[in-house]
Nanobody, 123 residues
Framework: QVQLVESGGGLVQAGGSLRVSCTAS????????MAWFRQAPGNEHEFVGA????????YYADSVKGRFTISRDNAKNTVYLQMNSLKSEDTAVYYC????????????????WGQGTQVTVSS
């Protein structure tokens, strides 16, 4: 069992930056590909980006490519999402997710999810 806890969300002005983190319990964090999803009110979970188990591969949604960066520190059991040039449409609850298999963009393919952290971008 893996428990994921997100942190670092908050209120930021458009054009600003924010970094959210996700820390996992357990000693097998490096066995999991990690992803970030987001959900705005009334919308489905939207894939944001993902990173492979040993961080050699990252993959991003077109909507965030060039603005967001995913990284991980396996020694700290933590994955990060650095968000730059934020826009009002980035406002959502951000979730991290873990998957033993390869990177996938589908919420239901993941095995574990965090409780989410709110990111609000004011225009």
């Amino acid at each position: 069992q893996v428990q994921l806890v997100e942190s670092g969300g908050g209120l930021v002005q458009a054009g600003g930056s924010l970094r959210v983190s996700c820390t996992a319990s357990g000693r097998t964090f490096s066995s999991y590909a990690m992803a970030w999803f987001r959900q705005a009110p009334g919308n489905e979970h939207e894939f944001v980006g993902a990173i492979s188990r040993s961080d050699e591969i990252t993959y991003y949604a077109d909507s965030v490519k060039g603005r967001f960066t995913i990284s991980r520190d396996n020694a700290k059991n933590t994955v990060y999402l650095q968000m730059n040039s934020l826009k009002s449409e980035d406002t959502a609850v951000y979730y991290c997710a873990a998957n033993r298999a390869a990177i996938t963009t589908h919420w239901d393919d993941y095995m574990y999810w965090g409780q989410g952290t709110q990111v609000t971008v004011s225009s």
